[in-house]
């Protein structure tokens, strides 16, 4: 969660700088520079989650050079899941923060004829990239271990569409949508690297050992 904080507070300073070096009644300027903030903001927050894989390796070497048995008493996977559900809770509350703040006024959503679901569908888009970070986390993780550079390249370009995505607002189907699609196709694929396969799902719906 730190690390996605100050990749966030580093993206955050670089957009405020160009903002305020720019003529803001240039529309299209400002919405450009928009878009260059978000898009610099995800390739920011996938280096900072790969400087964190290096910093957990380190500790991991650590563990196991203290442990008597050699053996590190957490996994690589466990690591990777518990820095992608940090990344995705931060990422979670934060959108939450910026939509309570929009919630307190003034005026109503919808009270010009815009789409009135604009809560709604904030909180559905939160909860995906919540869940989102969380696989994109072990996909990432997993590239970086077995050197699969694909895997992270897969990891950014997914985090970009479905940053981009949300420029379709309010066609909130064009943004909701693809990220669902997104998040099942990560779901599944972070399944199988975990050692997940169809028997194991089979056996755990059906509450066999």
Same mark, same amino acid.
């Given at each position: 969660a730190f690390f996605w904080l100050v990749s966030l507070l580093l993206s955050s300073l670089i957009w405020f700088i160009a903002v305020k070096a720019s003529d803001p009644r240039d529309e299209p300027l400002q919405k450009g520079l928009l878009i260059f903030g978000v898009m610099f903001s995800v390739l920011l927050q996938e280096a900072f989650r790969f400087l964190y894989y290096k910093l957990l390796r380190k500790a991991i070497e650590g563990l196991v050079?203290?442990?008597e048995?050699?053996?590190?008493?957490?996994s690589i996977q466990q690591m990777a899941y %518990?820095?992608? %559900? $940090?990344?995705?809770?931060?990422?979670?509350?934060?959108?939450?923060?910026?939509?309570?703040?929009d919630a307190l006024g003034p005026g109503t959503v919808g009270i010009h004829g815009d789409s009135?679901?604009?809560f709604l569908t904030s909180a559905f888009m939160t909860m %995906?990239?919540?869940f989102l970070h969380?696989?994109?986390?072990?996909?990432?993780f997993h $590239?970086?271990?077995n050197r699969r550079w694909w895997e992270i390249a897969a990891v950014v370009v997914m985090h970009l569409a479905v940053s981009g995505s949300t420029f379709c607002n309010p066609f909130y189907v064009g943004s909701l949508v693809p990220s669902y699609l997104l998040m099942a196709i990560a779901a599944v694929w972070a399944y199988m690297l975990s050692g997940g396969s169809a028997q194991n799902l089979r056996r755990f719906l059906l509450c066999k050992s």
């Open positions: 050079a203290l442990s048995d050699g053996c590190s008493p957490i %518990v820095a992608g %559900v $940090g990344f995705g809770l931060m990422s979670g509350a934060f959108s939450m923060i910026n939509l309570l703040a009135q679901l604009y %995906v990239l919540i969380t696989f994109w986390g072990i996909l990432f $590239g970086c271990e």
